[in-house]
């Protein structure tokens, strides 16, 4: 992997995205040299983009294959 594939955000949609337009991307590659994994609505990739911690978007993902989330 080059430094440009872990500076510039490579979008990838998340599986948990369904085909009606609400989609969110993310762009994994970034956190290995910035600690960051971007997040972005996929619907406005000009738009603003969050800036997410990567242990805080790791336990994120993990309560969301869990289901800790699903009573929200």
Request: charged share 15%.
């Amino acid at each position: 992997m080059t430094t440009s594939e872990t500076t510039t955000p490579y979008w990838i949609k998340s599986s948990y995205s369904n085909n009606g337009g609400t989609c969110v991307e993310w762009a994994p590659r970034t956190a290995s040299t910035t600690g960051i994994v971007p997040v972005r609505d996929s619907k406005n990739p000009g738009g603003p983009v969050l800036s997410i911690p990567a242990a805080a978007f790791a336990t994120f993902v993990t309560g969301i294959r869990t289901g800790d989330f699903d009573t929200v």
